[in-house]
């Protein structure tokens, strides 16, 4: 490496579409490469759909909005959700026979991480996995599902274990970063979110984003890992659900007379290329689908 | 009396004299083309007194330096060179007023927030409006942009390229109306080619890029400004040696510095907030710790009032601390759109 060659053009960044027209506008296009793009959700929120969906669509050719790539999914959680995913191929591919392959799970690579030291340790792997284009297609997707997963354990509340994690929220995503711009990948993480405790949360009441407050399930909510990890994403989406009050007087009412539907939305919370902006969306059997809401 | 002793011409002596200049030190810390201005000569004869004057000291008083020391400039020249830098503007008039008309060259401005505040906006803008031309009332220069955190987007650099075409093309036909003829025939393409671009990976490329600028700013005069967004991000991992971390950023800041004087451009970086522990409470705070806040010139700090984008000029060599609020819109930096905002002065 020698200083001149640091010197490049800008790279456009080609954009991963969700699968959906409705929420890819709301994105600009989709989800960038050679960026860390970030789902900030409480459980049950709907990440993993759409980062199962993510995997399927990037198979899709670049005129459809995909990048002919296979993705790295790496989860940490509970196990792979393997049966959705067969699910949602199915309907993916009964949709576009002629745009991909017989089998779109196998273009869909999957391990799993226990902790954040485990993560460092196994990146010149995952380069190395890339780097070797071994793969029918070329990987262009890392999804991390969940990055708050990783730091679970083993970090108490002190000033020093706090030092210690951020820091490793820095080497992790410094890596992820440089794996993104080197190969042209583009890095999607979820995170959790946490019940924001009033007055006495201090920094987590903070405005980081659009918003001032988040809110899902009624309750106020921030996302988990705090400040030091907000720096070091470069976008950040935010998936909520709440109950709203849809009609009155039904026969399927509960006792006060309201009819109640479960919405769910998406909000830009911070992006270098994009707007605030948000979005109503549904989860089916067929995957996640934007919907254009008659009234704001 | 002393200038007579000098070997010039009669008549030259005695415009010296006429104009007041009897000792050699009335002389000594003249510039040539102040004396030319004053005595009403060429430069090149202002230059002859001067060095006969510096010699005759020498020869005089060898314990006594009047000599006018290489490179030295007296105060006056240096607020003459000043005010005749134009600064880069933000776009926004408030956030300008506050500044003093703008980003400064030949100093290092420190910009810090949130994270989705504007600081990748704020740098994306100042490496377009660097380029406005010199007839517009500005550089006309070229901008280095340092990417350390993957920010920058071509499509907004584009987008906010294309807002400055259409407000220089106003601003353009505005001169017309005066008789000002002054074309502005540019593309959002050539703004983006006008923008160097370094993205930095790790810490080492990060220094070994900051060390190597001098010799491509050499190799490209035109640069004018030089933006590392953020200098932060790669320092904020593991330092098992902390002092070595300090070293390592001060001497990033000396470069930084001696690049903005040396070459007459602006330096801005970009800075990540952080919470520091103190009195026992978590407190918002810039990173890279209490050394690093003593190394750049003018510090402003961008924050979020309510709804609305504040920048808060919290150091600066020669203005008061102030307030200002802009926004972010699709055309790039603007001033906020509220009823309600004002400059407040602290």
Redesign the interface.
Known sequence: MTPENLLTRPPIADKLTLGCPVLDRCLGGGVPCCSITELVAESSCGKTQFCLQLALSAQLPPSHGGLSASSLYLHTEFPFPFRRLHQLSQAFRSSRPHLVAINPCEDVYVDSVHDAYQMLDIMPKIESFIESAKTRLPVRLIVIDSIAALFRTEFNNTPLDLKRRSSLFFKISGKLKSLANRFRVAVVVTNQVVDFMGESDGVNGVKVGNFGSLHSSGRRVCPALGLAWANCVNSRVFLSRNEVVVAEGNSNELEDGLCRQTKRRLDILFAPHLPQASCEFVITQQGVFGVVSANR | MEVGRLPISASLRGKLISAGYTTFASLSSLSHSDLARDLKIPESEALEILKAASLNCGLDKPDKSNVIVNGAQTAWEMLHEEQSFPRITTSSSDLDNILGGGINCKEVTEIGG???IGK??MGIQLAVNVQIPVDLGGLGGKAV?V?T?????????LQIAKASIVEMSNYTELLKKKNRVCQVDIQPTDI?DN????????YT?QI??I??LDK?ILEHKDVKIVIVDSV???F???FEDLALRTRLLGGMALKLMNLAKKYNLAVVIFN????K?VEG????SLALGDSWSHCCTNRVILH?N??ERNAYLDKSPSLRSASASFSVT?EGIRNSASNHKRIKLM
């Open positions: 949130l994270p989705g990748t906006q942009y990417d955190e993957g920010s920058f987007m071509v499509e907004r650099a983006l923008i160097f671009y370094f993205r930095i990976c790790t490329e070994a890029l060390n190597y491509f932060t991000f790669h904020r991992q593991d990540q907030a952080t919470t522990y409470s978590f407190q918002l979020w309510g709804d699709s």
